[in-house]
């Protein structure tokens, strides 16, 4: 067990390195360097926008550059941003527990429906409310979550005459607010994952349901809930791990408008803006940052087997 | 009664020899981890030796997990041998050039057993047929399209069938176009791995007769793999029993049949269902025991020890030697017994 | 157990004619491969009715988008100052925005660059997607090592935010959009078109061309990347649908296809501040991506019960 998790976490770092590398050298291939282009419009004098160049070891050659770059981030050094007078470290590792929290609430939101309303669906395959709950998640899972957001920010308003609380409050600060200002992104990112979620447990316990253990265990004369939920469902779990493992990606995306869209000071938000301030080594840095998210879930995924199913954990 | 080292069948093969073994040895590597790490060897194919001449059909006989496919495989090279040669008229394969050996493949080919995955699902017949032509330019066009019609006619079916497509077609039927697609190139010799095993009883019978007619017309070498020992009762001229990578016995069919000498071959024997109920009563009622040990692991001394109902103590440490009991039968002589049949203390 | 088969009844014996042991091959059967292509359609148009639906609408989107020009009466770009916030009447079907713009022309015209994005998108993919991950699945070696990993890396991050990073740094246009939204969606394709490659590298139709002494490039071209075609336009499918998700959602932040041109995602963001009294600026373009994104994804899902009812993606 702990060899795998050793084994993982060093396939993990190279994943990360990889994405470093590949990130630092699309940025570079862009024609008419970014930065030149950022740097000519910020209105700084020829000489000044030398000096930061310099500073920058923008003139460096650029393999130079790239171990610069690649030794920074093993020390952990991102550089500075070029808008804000902060290092990118401090700036991603202030807003980064709201997006942990935002997206960890939205995993956990599709987890406690999903799986259910796939399991539902399975169970009553064939019935109207099958083929409700089909084109329920089908249709959950077309609908951008941006739209999502849109729609409950105006028609909650419009018809509830709710709001979400202004001005962010973490959650020791003031549980309750944080949670009114956390709950609707996180639904509308956990739509679509749950969607996916639900359509997985559904295919995946119909195949389990057709299996002959679960005949056997039928054939013995256990009651239809008990083969449902002990035999059946625990079984159809490890597809839609993976899945909930390799959705964590569009999910971490979804967090960029949202949280901009909900005034959530998290990551997200910051891309949002550095995008528009054009804070290219911020967005890099932040774009590593959800590698590392995304590759450090989906170990904890693999890890998770071991806990559903004791032939992994065996071997 | 003579001893022979296997290596030395015979010394030098006689002219009529078309494909010649020595040795053969195929071990696949065991990778394990990030590093793949050679952890062990499948010892698929352990140094075996025979020749097969021109015209005749060779029966390569075993359990699944014998060694007998991949031989098949060596034989044609499409697997590099760990060591041992596999000499085609005499030309080492391992030493041609890839252009050469890609030239020779005209003249050495290979039927599948499964029907349904030999035949690629996105061609019709013709392009399977024909790819073969394509392949050494020896037709194209209407040239082209009349030699798979040709070729199409020769095993049975018909020029209607030319645009069809596998999923078409019966096992039997597909069968027949995998002959067609391996007899396209004029090929001398043609492995057949289990080439009727997936099929029905009698449909069986007529591919069989459809070989055998075949190889009369157009004087084809069959290296024929299965393990059902009515089909090399039927086809065969000369047996070759595998065990666990190594060949155990060897003999004209006929001669095997009469007198089995290996305790695999007679197991293998008593297990082949009789409709004859006087040969039924004749026979000894005699059966290999237990699983087929792993090929990564083999048993010490005789590999057959472990499932064998005569093993000694012998067996369990000591290489048997091939010993020619006939003129042209061979046999791995039975550590526990004399050649004269007293039992070893 | 020694596995020996009892197959052959009486082997000494069969019978010596050599009969066509198979008549039930219908008359009728197909014999082109464009027939049998009609037939799989039959079959599906008659067995996936949803799918049948999400194609007309497919169809529709396309017609919609071709002749925009046709169907809508007016300039999408151009501002009615007269007409304001127009709600759908007989001249304005869809009504007007704050801007008098003709909200119809603009969801027409909007399909236009959607399915013009998800389409050269997932042409451009699956073709590069295909041959790469093809090639690479049955040379295997080093290439396929290294490569393996750098789809491993890509695919980790989250696809808006590379596409955001790619398009913030070339500057918003559609070129720059197809450009990004290609180098994020390609892995997948890679990806699934190497997986299958393996399956059919070790199939005993590859091993038939092998011993055929077909090469390697042919045994690829005329073997392996046929029989990649059931996963990759399933994949295709969905991945058009998320294709138009994406250019959607960088259109609604701004950062998508830049004005005059009419897109439904920045449609939609500029009726957020007007949605309270004139939701029609909302509903159309919501609509529009909605529907279209639903009906790629049942096209894609049909599509997968049909070919490969099987395939995980």
Same mark, same amino acid.
């Given at each position: ?7 993982? @976490? ?11 590398t590949f ?20 209105g @700084? ?62 995993i ?50 419009? $018809? ?9 409050q973490?959650? $020791? ?9 956390m ?14 979620t ?11 349901l057709?299996?002959d ?65 054009r ?25 998770a ?11 | ?8 069948? /015979? ?36 140094g ?27 034989i ?10 596999v000499?085609?008229e ?38 399977i ?10 037709? /194209? ?12 006619e ?7 069938d ?21 007899? *396209?190139?004029?090929?001398e ?26 190889? *009369? ?18 086809? /065969? ?17 006929e ?15 008593? *297990? ?38 005569? /093993? ?5 440490q ?12 061979? *046999?791995?002589?039975?550590p ?10 | 157990?020694?596995d ?6 009486? &082997? ?37 009715k ?6 007309a ?6 017609l ?5 020009g ?16 127009v ?79 790619i398009?913030?740094?070339?500057g ?89 041109? &009419? ?16 939701p ?34």
């Amino acid at each position: 067990m702990t060899q795998l998790i050793v084994k993982r @976490l060093l396939s993990g770092l190279l994943a990360l390195f990889l994405i470093a590398t590949f990130l630092f050298f699309v940025m570079r291939s862009v024609p008419g360097d970014a930065i030149d282009i950022q740097l000519a419009e910020s209105g @700084l004098s020829e000489e000044r926008i030398t000096e930061v160049k310099d500073e920058m070891g923008l003139n460096d050659p650029i393999l130079e550059q790239y171990a610069d770059w690649a030794s920074g981030i093993v020390r952990l050094d991102f550089g500075d941003s070029l808008v804000r007078d902060e290092s990118v470290l401090d700036i991603i590792l202030r807003r980064l527990p709201v997006t942990l929290e935002l997206s960890f609430l939205a995993i956990a939101l599709s987890l406690a429906f999903g799986p259910i309303v796939g399991m539902l669906s399975a169970i009553r395959r064939g019935k109207p409310s099958d083929a409700i709950l089909r084109v329920g998640s089908i249709v959950g899972l077309s609908i951008p979550n941006f739209l999502v957001g849109v729609l409950m920010i105006t028609y909650l308003s419009e $018809w509830f005459g709710y709001s979400v609380p202004i001005g962010y409050q973490e959650f $020791w600060e003031s549980p309750w607010v944080n949670l009114q200002q956390m709950i609707l992104p996180a639904i509308a990112l956990a739509l679509s994952v749950g969607a996916a979620t639900a359509r997985m447990t559904r295919s995946s316990m119909l195949e389990v349901l057709g299996t002959d253990y679960i005949r056997t265990v039928r054939a013995k004369g256990a009651d239809e809930r008990m083969i449902n939920t002990r035999h059946a469902f625990k079984n159809s779990l490890i597809p839609v791990l993976t899945l909930v493992g390799l959705q964590f990606g569009g999910l971490l995306g979804g967090t960029v408008i949202l949280e901009a869209m909900f005034s959530l000071p998290g990551l997200g938000s910051q891309v949002f803006e550095a995008v528009r301030t054009r804070d290219y080594p911020l967005i890099q840095a932040a774009a590593l940052v959800y590698g590392a998210m995304f590759i450090l879930v989906n170990i904890m995924v693999d890890l998770a087997y071991g806990w559903i199913d004791p032939r992994i954990r065996a071997s | 009664m003579t001893v022979t080292e296997p290596s030395s069948i /015979s010394a030098e093969a006689s002219s009529d020899t078309i494909v010649e073994v020595r040795n053969l040895t195929k071990h696949f590597p065991i990778e394990k981890g990030l590093l793949k790490r050679t952890v062990g060897q499948v010892q698929a194919v352990n140094g075996i030796s025979f020749d097969v001449r021109r015209g005749s059909t060779v029966a390569l006989v075993g359990e699944s997990g014998c060694g007998k496919t991949t031989t098949g495989q060596l034989i044609l090279h499409l697997l590099e041998p760990t060591s041992g040669t596999v000499r085609f008229e005499g030309r080492d394969l391992a030493g041609l050039q890839r252009g050469e050996l890609r030239r020779l493949r005209q003249r050495m080919q290979i039927i599948f057993q499964d029907p349904f995955s030999s035949l690629d699902p996105r061609m019709s017949t013709l392009s399977i047929v024909a790819e073969g032509l394509e392949v050494h330019g020896i037709a /194209s066009g209407k040239q082209k399209v009349d030699r798979v019609v040709e070729l199409l006619e020769l095993v049975g079916l018909s020029s209607r069938d030319l645009r069809k497509f596998p999923h078409e077609f019966s096992g039997g039927q597909r069968q027949r176009i995998g002959i067609a697609r391996a007899l *396209a190139t004029n090929p001398e010799v043609i492995v057949c791995d289990e080439a009727v095993s997936a099929l029905d009883v009698s449909i069986q019978a007529q591919v069989l007769n459809l070989l055998k007619d075949l190889q *009369a017309e157009l004087n084809l070498t069959y290296l024929f793999i299965t393990h059902d020992l009515n089909v090399v009762r039927y086809i /065969s001229d000369e047996v070759i029993v595998m065990y666990l990578g190594e060949i155990v016995e060897q003999a004209a069919t006929e001669d095997l049949f009469e007198n089995p000498i290996h305790p695999y071959t007679r197991s293998l024997f008593s *297990a082949v269902p009789v409709v004859d109920p006087d040969l039924a009563e004749k026979r000894e009622p005699f059966l290999a025991s237990g699983e087929l040990p792993s090929p990564s692991n083999p048993p010490s001394g005789c590999k057959f020890h472990t499932r064998c109902p005569f /093993s000694c103590e012998a067996a369990t440490q000591q290489i048997p030697e091939t010993v020619e009991f006939e003129p042209g039968h061979r *046999a791995a002589a039975c550590p526990c017994y004399t050649t004269d049949g007293v039992r070893v203390r | 157990m020694v596995d020996v088969n009892q197959h052959l009844g009486s &082997p000494t014996n069969p019978p010596s004619e050599v009969v066509d042991e198979d008549t039930d091959v219908s008359a009728d059967a197909s014999d082109s491969a464009f027939s049998r292509f009609v037939g799989s359609a039959r079959h599906f148009a008659k067995t996936q009715k949803l799918g049948m639906a999400a194609l007309a609408v497919i169809l529709l989107l396309v017609l919609m988008a071709v002749f925009a020009g046709v169907i809508s009466a007016n300039d999408p770009a151009l501002q009615n100052r007269g007409d304001v916030k127009v709600g759908p009447n007989g001249a304005y079907w869809f009504g007007t925005d704050h801007l008098g713009r003709d909200i119809f022309a603009r969801i027409a015209y909007g399909a236009r660059v959607s399915l013009t994005v998800g389409g050269v998108t997932v042409l451009v993919a699956t073709v590069v997607g295909t041959l790469v991950g093809g090639f690479s699945g049955y040379y295997g070696g080093r290439f396929d090592l290294v490569l393996q990993r750098i789809v491993d890396a890509v695919m980790s991050i989250p696809v808006l935010v590379l596409a955001l990073f790619i398009v913030a740094l070339l500057g918003p246009s559609i070129r720059n959009l197809i450009l990004a939204l290609t180098i994020v969606v390609t892995p997948s394709f890679v990806r699934v078109a190497r997986g299958e490659m393996l399956r059919i590298r070790s199939s005993d139709y590859v091993r038939a061309a092998d011993a055929l002494g077909a090469s390697p490039f042919r045994t690829v071209v005329r073997h392996g990347l046929p029989n990649l075609f059931a996963p990759i336009i399933i994949l295709a499918s969905l991945t058009f649908g998320n294709a138009i998700v994406a250019e959607a959602s960088l259109s609604f932040i701004g950062l998508g296809v830049p004005p005059p041109e &009419p897109s439904w995602g920045r449609m939609v963001s500029d009726a957020r501040e007007w949605i309270r009294l004139y939701p029609w600026m909302l509903l159309f373009p919501a609509a529009a991506i909605s529907v279209s994104v639903l009906a790629f994804n049942l096209f894609g899902d049909a599509l997968r019960d049909h070919l490969d009812p099987k395939l995980v993606l």
